[in-house]
């Protein structure tokens, strides 16, 4: 799916659209790696026949499965991901067979699939509740369908998604087709998104009177952009949408969040909305959506305070200006992406990977209640979700009902095709049955489930190698006040209190103390849902003494050794791992490839490990408990000759680790 290019490979494409690629591609690796899927399945399948090697077979079929997937041919996808683990591929490709399955909503081959998964890795715990999801999705699909669903009229067979009202006989929506008219932004129709094959994503203009179909003028400053999913003031005179701008030799794009008011008949110049400027890091800002009264914004975004991948958010308006972010509770963002909010009176629906859902993205409800909290999230099950991607939603707020159809709008899903396409639904007056009233009084529990956990490595002694999944510990919780014996389940079964914040620390004999926290805070009492269920993870590592560490996610600047943003999450994370375990001292290194000057990668090495040790001494660690170290490339986690090394094992050789010493 495309949503807004493809929230699985946005971050991708964003980052590394300022590079071209003109060589003419004869390698299915490469071609993948380039997003041509088709072509990457034509070369790998003959890479396939030729190959000998049962390994490198596994490998290549695996690549197979991975674009039939992207090209939405679930069918073949299963197929190769099943060859590529049969010739020793290992649990990934059995992972990418089981989604697949559920996706194509083969939920009984799916579930097979999880359970030989986790037998697999050696941890049924970690595929527990994409089992139950299946589960639940196979009694979903036999339920009543209270919403009636059809194709829209004006899908071109390119991206067509995001719709909005413009007003009772006109929808705005965003698509990747050419336009009729070329606009003042594409010059001509040779104005081709690399990636995609397609035009850049714009704005279109649909009249559900007249069928007619228009492209939306907005100027830039760039040439090349795509921008989605717009979002109207109650007046209709200003419009806020995404804009992913593709600017040559710019490192990293982001996608931002623009504004523009309306002159005459034609949109202003937009500009980023002025609390983007507050925001001091690198981040995606998308899928904007107004309250009816204008004041509240919505939006999601991967910032660093994200609880999963991305998260939603809302800033409300003060004095003419939205203000600095919020991220909504736990009731709405989960551990996966949560995104595409649509808000109408008391009501937030939104798009989750990791709500219980059919497959991929599926649309949730949400109510606010009148104490500001938000109701647990409700599915709205098929036909609006199916085992795809179905993502923003949006009624129509000009349809007033009759005594047949409670509301109407649409929707988007990559259910038929390779692209998304947008779905026009009608809600039905559900049929009552009449039944004796009974009042029962309603007992309303928050239970929380804390698990204790430790990490599965490809390796099964080695901390530096693949995280297969996790797989529960015994040992010991310490609560707000009370201490509690975990046995091999490795889990706590809580009654929680409503408007408190929890802390929870767990803590097993040659493992180090890790914490994890839960707040109550904004957890609405629902009538419809009573007792609510939560479940938070504490993940222990293993004490591997005098054993080098991989940090992840620590990288600099070129012939740079300051603290980037993007590197602040894992030494927090750190920094909070010393505080637990106050009786430990480390190490902590940088190490630089193989290729430089000797001295000079030893110095730079130095000055970044320095770099880290300073950051966590400023965040509350003791200076004592902590040794710098620059190895240079004295010491490679991969030994390979340094001119025949791949940017891969040089990647794997420039890195940040941690020893504990005592």
Known sequence: MKQFISVQVLLVLIFISSCTYNQKIRDGKLAYERYQFDLAVDLLENEYESEKSRVRKGQIAYLIGKSHQNLKA??????????????????????????????????????????????????????????????????????????????????????????????????????????????????????????????????????????????????????????ATPTLSPDGQTMIFSRCPVIRGQEKNYCTLMISEK???????????????????????????????????????????????????????????????????????????????????????????????????????????NNGAWTQAYNLKPPINSGYDDFAYATDPYFEG????????????????????????????????????????????IILDVYLLEKVYQEAFNPNSKVLGRKPLSGVIEGQDEVYEIGADGLLSLELEPDTDYEFIGSVDGYLSNSAQFSTKGIGQDPNNPIQKYEIEIVLDKIYTDMEITLDNIYYDFDRWEIRKDAEPTLFALANNLRLNPA???????????????????????????????????????????????????????????????????????????????
Not at 294 to 319: A, E, H, Q
Not at 428 to 436: E, F, G, S
């Open 74 to 227: 679930p069918d073949a996808a299963i197929k190769w991901f099943g060859i590529a683990y049969d010739y020793q591929y290992g649990p990934d490709a059995l992972k990418e067979k089981a989604i697949t399955l559920k996706q194509a909503e083969r939920y009984d081959e799916a579930i097979q699939s999880y359970k030989e998964l986790g037998f697999e890795i050696g941890s049924p715990y970690e595929y527990r509740r994409d089992i139950a999801s299946c589960e639940i999705a196979k009694a979903w699909k036999k339920e009543q369908k209270d919403y009636f669903v059809t194709e829209a009229e004006f899908n071109s067979g390119k991206a067509d998604y995001g719709t909005t009202f413009l007003n009772k006989d006109q929808i705005l929506f965003t698509s990747d087709r050419f336009p009729v008219q070329t606009s003042s932004k594409k010059e001509d129709d040779l104005a081709v998104y690399a990636w995609t094959g397609n035009a850049y994503s714009s704005i279109f203009q649909y009249n559900t009177i007249t069928g007619s179909t228009q492209a939306v003028e907005l100027p830039a400053e760039v040439e090349n952009y795509n921008d």
């Open 402 to 445: 009759n005594d047949r159809v409670l509301a109407k709008g649409y929707f988007s899903s990559s259910r038929n095709a390779a692209e998304d396409d947008v779905f026009q639904f009608e809600k039905r007056v559900p049929v009552v049955i009449d039944t004796p009233e009974i009042v029962v009084e309603v007992e309303y529990k």
């Open 584 to 662: 430990i001292r480390i190490e902590l290194a940088s190490h630089t490839d193989c290729r430089g000057d000797e001295d000079y990668n030893a110095n730079l090495s130095y000055k970044r490990a320095l770099s880290a040790v300073e950051f966590l001494i400023e965040s509350g660690i003791d200076e004592n408990r902590i040794e710098a170290r620059g190895y240079g490339k004295a010491r490679p986690y991969i030994d390979c000759v340094c001119s025949k090394c791949t940017e891969e094992q040089h990647q794997a050789n420039r890195r940040t680790t941690f020893r504990i010493l005592e």
């Open 263 to 369: 002159e005459g008949d034609k949109w202003g110049k937009p500009s980023p909305l002025t609390f983007l400027a507050e925001i001091d890091e690198e981040a995606n800002f998308m899928h904007p959506a107004l309250s009816s009264t204008g004041d509240t914004l919505f939006f999601s975004s991967d910032m660093v305070n994200s609880w999963g991948k991305f998260d939603i958010y809302y800033s409300v308006k003060k004095d003419g200006q939205f203000q600095y972010p919020k991220t909504l509770g736990r009731n709405i963002n989960s551990s996966q992406n949560d995104q595409f909010p649509y808000i109408i009176h008391d009501t937030l629906y939104f798009a989750s990977e990791g709500h219980t859902g059919l497959g991929g993205l599926d649309i949730f409800r949400v109510h606010r209640l």
